[in-house]
């Protein structure tokens, strides 16, 4: 007895933490085969939710229909099914009948490969909770306090596996010492199911504390009513939903940095930690009470100063009030817990909670919101959630004031906001003080009338979720799909037309009508990628050249007549809006012929004969959605055997965030290639006011001879080898490895 909770912890620990690691490993696996769509993510994120879901499923059925004994057979026998199709691997090479249409395929390789154990391993946390509360164990009366342990268990691994297992370990060793890990698990359930199963033989009574000493009593000690089950599933929903979203606001909209998910998802499993802590380090009724006072003064903060893109401020502030909003939904959830009878039921509504906030962010606000709405209104619903804790202060009276006083404040400070626009910096920042000012007193007249606060948070949220569409008047088209929302606007002199994918430009064209035909941005004719076509132009011009990634089409001002362009572009919107005169013309503009082929560019490519181009251009680096199966040892193979003998290589690595110039020159290197780059970031003041911005391109051949005149272009400086970063392959890639310690603008 003295060792039951030890023991139990460090099982729970080890679950969660070979739970954690399996996610990003498998999804490393299988994005060679599938390339980097976020459909790929998607598909697999549904799956591992739903069978987590099916884990705590089969957890609560086993103890719902079982003995403790047979519980403890039924599962031992289950543990060591996976070991028969460990270690996790997919088979090289293979690919989905059906290009078009992957998802089916890849949901049945990823339950052949890592179903069984996933879902193995996912029982733990709820099963393992009800044997420890059958021990007789004192604490056992509240076991909740180990599914804190289980949420840093999951903690670590989030953050282990990109600081550490990434780094340093190819995906197939990762894979074996996961498998290690599993064993390992294995054993220390074994371990829980002896204390179990010795503590119910002799029948010991449950160990007694003091009055002092006894922990918090648990009001839910009946059969929780069916409203009661619907709270636990709408509190587990908004933190999911929420996680999901100020993510995808954040590397939308603000800063597509690489690995910034990481972040969110840490913060909503230290919010779990904290509330089912022995000891909370928080008390919720605190959190209830101080709520007001970090929403209200935040939100302004987080709508005014998203259009001056201080990152530093707004980052940070939207991250604080998910922690906030996240630590008093679960901080609810703990609150409402029921008895260890009823434990396995609770957590199995947890899970459904999540995995409907991230079906409802993944698939379905895709399809419904043309801008990442969900997050806002994810937000709206914590007033919602302050509405249900009761206050002995509010009063009956005022129900009118309950309406009115929120939606005046919130008109007041909507106008005011508004008003920042037309003002000088120094007087947008008075205007914005006042108005934290303003709402910060709003919250002293409000904190103990959760109605009227409740219709504050709304007002707000719905000015708030407008506001980015009110205050830009010169966006012409907005839409968004499974790879991100996509705008094209109009600049403020009219000049140009620029194409925004997030926050990332992916290209600009002209408004004049005779300048339109002059590609702009990373495409400019006096940048690298000019450098390029002037080399092999006229007689020294390829006749058949690949382009992943299309954009605007901005590369296609650049064929000559005889010249066919193919376009490897993965996402249909952005085709569409490519092949649309209204908004660019490159397309139709293009001298000589082209054709567009839908799908990732890796994939497609290898339907290209052998030997077909004369040129590849590698244009899908300039986002912090980095696609690095197209950076890897196998990827320059591929692209080798579809150019012809004196072929060449241009890669467009211009990125805010990443340094992918070493990559690129250690994977010429490996091939006994040729490597040149040219950094293009001295662009006038001149030259960006007419739509020049600062490029970086490096190009590769088998021989200097086959670079023509970029080998004697003093602009033009070889790659050096670069030792200490590792080249990356299939099975290893390092994101971590070529982060920019400080910003680059592009």
């Not at 059906?98 to 099963?127: C, H, K, M, R, Y």
């Not at 499993?269 to 509330?275: D, E, K, P, R, S």
């Not at 970086?696 to 200097?704: E, G, I, K, P, S």
Request: some cysteine.
């Amino acid at each position: 007895m003295m060792f039951s909770i030890p023991v139990f912890a460090a099982t729970l620990f080890i679950s969660s933490t070979l739970l954690f690691l399996i996610q990003p490993m498998v999804g490393k696996m299988i994005l060679p085969q599938l390339g980097g769509t976020p459909a790929v993510w998607n598909t697999c994120m549904v799956f591992f939710q739903a069978v987590l879901l099916a884990g705590y499923l089969y957890a609560h059925a086993i103890t719902a229909r079982f003995t403790l004994y047979r519980q403890i057979t039924i599962h031992l026998a289950i543990l060591f099914l996976p070991l028969f199709i460990l270690p996790v691997e997919f088979t090289k090479g293979l690919t989905p009948a059906n290009d078009s249409n992957p998802e089916f395929w890849l949901l049945w390789q990823l339950l052949l490969s890592a179903g069984l154990p996933f879902f193995v391993i996912s029982t733990s946390a709820p099963l393992l909770q009800k044997w420890f509360a059958s021990t007789g164990h004192w604490e056992g009366r509240d076991p909740y306090f180990l599914y804190a342990t289980s949420n840093l268990g999951s903690l670590v691994a989030l953050l282990a596996y990109p600081l550490l297992m990434e780094r340093v370990l190819p995906v197939t060793l990762q894979s074996r010492i996961w498998t290690q890990g599993y064993i390992v698990l294995i054993v220390m359930v074994s371990f829980c199911a002896v204390i179990v199963w010795r503590t119910a033989k002799a029948g010991q009574p449950a160990l007694t504390k003091t009055s002092t000493e006894v922990t918090t009593v648990i009001e839910l000690s009946s059969n929780p009513a069916l409203t009661q089950r619907l709270w636990w599933v709408f509190l587990a929903f908004v933190p999911s939903s929420l996680m999901l979203g100020v993510t995808t606001h954040i590397t939308t909209n603000l800063a597509p940095l690489p690995l910034l998910w990481v972040i969110p998802l840490a913060i909503y499993l230290m919010t779990f930690i904290f509330v089912f802590a022995r000891k909370p380090p928080l008390p919720h009724h605190l959190v209830i009470r101080i709520f007001p006072f970090i929403f209200l003064p935040l939100l302004p903060v987080m709508v005014a100063f998203d259009n001056f893109k201080v990152m530093w401020l707004i980052i940070p502030a939207h991250l604080f009030m998910f922690f906030a909003a996240a630590i008093m939904c679960h901080g609810e959830l703990a609150q409402r817990r029921p008895v260890p009878k009823y434990l396995t039921g609770f957590y199995l509504l947890i899970s459904a909670g999540g995995v409907l906030g991230g079906v409802f962010n993944a698939i379905i606000a895709p399809l419904v919101f043309k801008t990442v709405t969900e997050y806002m209104l994810a937000l709206s619903l914590t007033g919602i959630i302050l509405l249900s804790v009761k206050s002995d202060k509010t009063k009956a009276t005022g129900l009118w004031l309950d309406v009115m006083l929120p939606v005046g404040t919130g008109l007041l400070s909507f106008g005011l906001i508004i008003s920042l626009q037309f003002f000088n910096p120094k007087v947008s920042t008075i205007l914005s003080l006042f108005i934290l000012v303003s709402l910060i007193a709003a919250c002293f007249c409000m904190k103990t009338r959760q109605i009227r606060f409740s219709m504050l948070v709304s007002t707000l949220i719905l000015i708030a979720a407008n506001y980015s569409t009110l205050r830009i008047g010169n966006i012409l088209h907005v839409e968004r799909n499974f790879f991100g929302v996509k705008k094209i606007i109009l600049d403020p002199d009219g000049r140009f037309r620029k194409f925004i994918h997030g926050n990332t430009l992916h290209g600009t064209q002209h408004t004049d009508l005779q300048l339109r035909h002059e590609p702009l941005s990373y495409y400019h004719r006096k940048g690298p990628l000019g450098d390029v076509f002037n080399a092999f132009n006229g007689s020294q011009s390829k006749p058949r050249i690949a382009m992943v990634g299309l954009g605007v089409g901005s590369m296609a001002s650049y064929a000559e007549p005889g010249q066919h362009l193919t376009f490897y572009e993965i996402d249909p919107d952005v085709l569409r809006i490519a092949s649309n005169e209204e908004y660019f013309t490159f397309l139709s503009g293009c001298r000589g012929t082209y054709d567009v082929v839908l799908g990732d560019g890796r994939l497609q490519m290898n339907h290209a004969p052998e030997g077909y181009y004369g040129m590849i251009i590698l244009d899908a680096f300039s986002s912090g959605a980095i696609p690095t199966h197209l950076l890897s040892l196998e990827a320059l193979e591929l692209y080798l055997s579809k150019l012809d003998k004196n072929g060449i290589l241009v890669f467009h690595v211009s990125n805010r965030y990443l340094n992918l110039t070493p990559v690129v020159g250690n994977l010429a290197y490996e091939k006994g290639l040729i490597c040149l780059s040219r950094f293009d970031n001295q662009v006038t003041k001149e030259e960006k006011a007419n739509g020049k911005t600062p490029a970086d391109y490096l190009v590769m051949a088998r021989t200097r001879e086959d670079l023509g005149a970029l080998a004697s272009d003093p602009k033009w400086k070889p790659v050096p080898h670069q030792p200490g970063i590792a080249l990356w392959t299939d099975q290893y890639s390092n994101i971590l490895s070529v982060l920019r310690m400080k910003k680059r603008t592009q």
